[in-house]
């Protein structure tokens, strides 16, 4: 790990710092300290997190009186936990004056222009100015440039998460880690990542009847109950992959890779590394719209307004998703297109999978002791495609028509997987309320639980305890059930809600969500429209 080595770590708790691609500013300290030794090139560097503050003081002089008078909690709550002084730093890191860090001073950095920011930029004034006129917030919110408005937008989820939550301040969430830690304690001695096997030979009879009805029903040319049969099959078997992957089964890597490998790639034709790829980014910064490549679904789908300012995505190298006209049309109807969207969603996943195996990021495990996955990736999907593809859908379905049947039917069948998928994020916060709010407080906010009666969790295949599953990625499935008495329990204690609902208001959740963004999209319209009217900005 040495060759990755950046700086060293200062005496004391290790505040998160604010990266650039959410409005960081970082510049080159006064001093050169030598507290690394003369072996070592040093580049001391300040932070500057102040233009990441979301209190109202952000806003007007006005404001500022009454957030101090309202106390410290609120501060901690809307702003990035530490105060300012102690939050600017000096942190060395490893570089030589040859890859010196360009000095950039906050006061002379224009805030508004960064996409990542959740300052507020809509003075109260104004809001209040309106109010006081008796006008709706829709005629004052009309006026509001675009940039404006999604910039208010975001503040309005920002204080009601604040709201809810407890305080960002460091005391409360050092409070809460050292509950979270003595909770991963009790998880570990009390045995539940021991995986039961026995659990996995009822799932492996689930799959062999499964598969069995599929292939009896297609020597029999019942090709559409064939078809639904092997969706099922599909539907069923992908949880253990997702078991496989995070290593819950056997705690062995090349094991457990081997089993995801040989399921998700061999038996459904998708590819595992491209899953993992993503999937370890979004279980470590669940819901955040720069990062988590699991909701940037731009012009198709969008779970908050932010991406309205074209953000840039840090999983996706830097590849921005612009906001255009596809979006203005496409987002305000999502509500309506989820579920159809959700029906063919596998054909992407297709899709995905070998540009993955096809991508640098799948070729950097090379020179790892991983490198054998890349080509067993390949080999196991191209078997897949000579399976399914010719001597399934091609030389055992007789005419064209129902060949077409066959695959529309059998894909469309995974759709509640692709939904359950979903569920426990998209209708969640999707904001960040301070650069230190803690990992489990994160996740808790960010994911939704499902409920349901015991003997339905074979339906959901763990992914009704996406909390659970979230605080304890590696914990067996089938001990989820189990933990998740504990996670209630830490929850009550440390005040953080636990966010769980059944399958149906699930649904209505994100369909909620979806149509409160595509509200947003309208309303930011409306404001470009009126701007264009009234030849504001200079838009006519």
Known sequence: MKAFRIGRKPAGLWPNMLPPIRGGVYRKADSTPSSLGDSMPTCPVIVEPAVADYSD???TDSDSDSSRARGSDDAGRLSPGLDRASLASSVTSDCGSDDEIEIQNAKDLDVSALSGLRKRTVPSSVEGAAVNKGMPPGEWARKLSPLEYTDWAIQQEVEREAAMYPSVDMATQQDIIQKYRALHQKVIDEGHYDCRYTEYGKELVRYTSLFAAFFVALRYEWYITSACFLGLFWHQIMFSAHDAGHRAITHVFWIDTLIALFIADFCCGLSMGWWKSSHNVHHLITNMPEHDPDIQNVPLFATCISYAKSLTSSYYDGFVYVWDKAADIMVPFQKYTYYPVMGIARFNLYLLSWCHVLSKRSSGLGNS???????????????????????????????WTMRVIFVLVSHI????????????????????????????????????????????????????????HHLFPRVPRHNLRRVQVHVREFCKETGIPYSILSFVDGNKKVIGRLNDVGEQVKMMLNCQKYMAETGESGLH
């Open 57 to 59: 003081d952000a806003a």
């Open 369 to 399: 002791k991983a490198w054998w996955i890349r080509p067993t990736e390949i080999a196991f999907m191209t078997c897949y495609w000579f399976l399914f593809g010719y001597c399934l859908v091609w030389r055992s379905i007789p005419t």
């Open 413 to 468: 069948i995974t759709m509640p997987l692709h939904v359950q998928i979903t569920l426990s994020h998209w209708g969640m916060s999707t904001v960040e309320l301070s650069d230190g709010e803690s990992f489990p407080q994160r996740q808790l906010r960010t994911t939704m639980d499902v409920d349901c009666p015991a003997w339905l969790d074979w339906i959901h295949g763990g992914l009704q305890f996406q909390v659970v």
